[in-house]
């Protein structure tokens, strides 16, 4: 089967840095995505990484190792906004394609 | 352009019921994908249609069923409704497939989501 492993909560202040780590175990791996989603919200995609390395997207960035089965989303600046639950997701073809996500990160962005 | 829909908005059954939801892509989207979302976790998958195909299945029981069809539009059905079935289900389109091996000159496709039905099952 397939897991991920993430903070449940991340608390940090404006204008500051956060690094939310995504741990994964999974067969057939192609690629690790992260999403936002703000309460009563649907998710929104952030990035992708299908090889190991910095992606980034201007406040955002996502790295991935897959030699450790290791990703994190970075998010700099942080605006009040910003506050949400971030989910990694890992897309595995093991006979058949899924998508698993991890259980989120709820991130709390205090002034 | 409009977003994915999705209908209803939020549906009440009760045990041992049939429930369908609907889904619209976005225009142009051929892929539709669906999840089911309890709270305080993460969206779980549980199908994609691309081309009005099955492409992938998550890990839920034949209760679950899904279409597609030729506008791309999908259906979700859900036999014989359990308390544990309750939850958000959301749907997302995309233009092609999921996910693809770079290496392998593929591709990946960003995932649009809808908002989702809240199904209660008393």
């Known amino acids: 089967g397939q897991s991920l492993e993430q903070p449940s909560e991340v608390t940090a202040v404006e204008g500051a840095i956060v690094q939310i780590n995504c741990t994964y175990q999974t067969s057939g791996f192609y690629g690790l995505s992260w999403y936002q989603q703000h309460d009563g919200g649907a998710p929104t995609f952030l990035s992708y990484?299908?090889?190991?390395g910095l992606e980034e997207t201007g406040r955002f960035s996502s790295f991935l190792s897959r030699s450790d089965s290791y990703g994190y989303l970075l998010l700099q600046e942080l605006q009040m906004k910003d506050s949400a639950s971030y989910f990694c997701?890992?897309?595995?073809?093991?006979?058949?394609?899924?998508?698993?996500f991890g259980s989120g990160t709820r991130l709390q962005v205090q002034p | 352009d409009a977003g994915v829909t999705q209908s209803p908005t939020h549906l009440i059954k009760t045990r041992g019921q049939h429930v369908t939801l609907r889904c619209s892509p976005i225009?142009?989207?051929?892929?539709v994908s669906w999840y089911q979302q309890v709270l305080g976790q993460g969206p779980q998958f549980i199908f994609q249609?691309?081309?009005?195909?099955?492409?992938g299945r998550g890990n839920f029981p034949d209760r679950f069923s899904a279409r597609q069809f030729p506008n791309y539009s999908s259906e979700l059905n859900v036999n014989a409704l359990l308390l544990g079935d309750s939850a958000l289900y959301l749907c997302?389109?995309?233009?092609?497939?999921?996910?693809?091996?770079?290496?392998?000159?593929?591709?990946?496709?960003?995932?649009?989501f809808g908002p989702g039905t809240r199904l209660t099952v008393l």
């Open positions: 997302a389109s995309s233009l092609g497939r999921l996910h693809g091996h770079r290496l392998a000159g593929a591709f990946y496709n960003e995932q649009f």
């Open positions: 997701a890992v897309f595995a073809v093991t006979g058949r394609r899924a998508l698993t």
């Open positions: 225009s142009g989207h051929k892929s």
């Open positions: 990484n299908a090889l190991d």
């Open positions: 249609y691309y081309e009005k195909e099955e492409r």
